[in-house]
C-alpha cells in the first residue's frame, strides 16, 4: 500500500526562480494539502484542495499557488524564490475531512 | 485564526518513565486533535488522534486526553523507550476550514 509521495526530493534554486513541487495521494484519497516547515518548527498551512477545488488557503503569498488534477494528484508552484523560502515543503492526503498523512517532503534550498 | 500553544519545548526522561506534552487551543470550533512524530529528517507521522465528542483515547502506550471547556488537550506516554525520541507536534482542526493549526513542537530525549 503506497504512501504519499513527493518529488523532487531535493531542490536548489536560485533567487528570482520559480520552482513547481509535485505531490501524489494515497489512492483512494482526495484531499491534498501543502505545508512549509522551516527549520525548527511546526508546519504552516499553505493550501488545501478537495476533489481538484481549493478549500482553503494560508497566510502566504501570491508568489504560491497550486491545484489539483483529476487524479488527485497536486502541484505547488513558487514564483520569484526568496531565501526566505527554503525549507521543507510537505504534502498531506486525506480520505476523509480530518486525517491528514504526510509524504516525504522536498527540501527547496534559495541561494 | 487556530492558535496552538505547546509545553515543554523540550523534554527529557528516564528510559521506563512516563512523558507528558500539553497543549492549548483558541477556535471552539476546532474539534479533531491529531498528534504527530517526527524523527530527524523524516515525514510527521500519524501516531493518534481524538475528536471533540471523547475526553480520552488510548493505544497502547500512548494516549490523548481532551479537556473542550479548558481549551487543553495533551499526550501521554508511559514505559518509554529511546526509539520515543523524537520531536513531537499537536495540531488541531476547526471544522470552519480543515487545516491543520501545529504547535512549536516537542523534543523528546529519553535516556537509557
Known amino acids: 500500500d503506497a504512501g504519499v509521495t513527493q518529488s523532487p526530493t531535493h531542490l536548489i534554486k536560485t533567487r528570482g526562480q520559480q520552482v513547481t513541487l509535485r505531490c501524489s495521494p494515497i489512492?483512494?484519497?482526495?484531499?491534498v494539502s501543502w505545508y512549509q516547515q522551516v527549520l525548527g518548527q511546526g508546519p504552516q498551512f499553505i493550501f488545501q484542495y478537495y476533489e481538484k477545488e481549493e478549500r482553503g488557503r494560508g497566510n502566504f503569498p501570491d508568489r504560491f499557488s497550486a491545484r489539483q488534477f483529476p487524479n488527485y494528484s497536486s502541484e505547488l508552484n513558487v514564483n520569484a524564490l526568496l531565501l526566505g523560502d527554503s525549507a521543507l515543503y510537505l504534502c498531506?492526503?486525506?480520505?476523509?475531512?480530518?486525517?491528514?498523512?504526510f509524504g516525504p517532503g522536498t527540501r527547496l534550498t534559495v541561494t | 485564526g487556530e492558535n496552538v500553544e505547546q509545553h515543554p519545548s523540550t523534554l527529557s526522561v528516564q528510559e521506563g518513565d512516563s512523558a507528558v506534552i500539553k497543549c492549548t487551543y483558541s477556535?471552539?470550533?476546532?474539534?479533531?486533535f491529531p498528534w504527530y512524530k517526527q524523527e530527524l529528517g523524516k515525514r510527521p507521522q500519524l501516531i493518534i488522534d481524538?475528536?471533540?465528542?471523547?475526553g480520552e483515547k488510548k493505544d497502547q502506550r500512548i494516549a490523548v486526553t481532551l479537556n473542550k471547556t479548558a481549551k487543553h488537550f495533551s499526550l501521554h506516554i508511559t514505559e518509554t523507550q529511546p526509539e520515543d525520541s523524537a520531536v513531537y507536534f499537536c495540531a488541531a482542526v476547526s471544522s470552519n476550514d480543515y487545516k491543520l493549526s501545529f504547535g512549536a513542537g516537542t523534543t523528546v530525549t529519553v535516556r537509557a
Open positions: 498531506a492526503s486525506s480520505p476523509r475531512t480530518y486525517e491528514q498523512y
Open positions: 481524538i475528536r471533540s465528542n471523547v
Open positions: 489512492s483512494g484519497h482526495k484531499s
Open positions: 477556535d471552539s470550533a476546532s474539534n479533531y
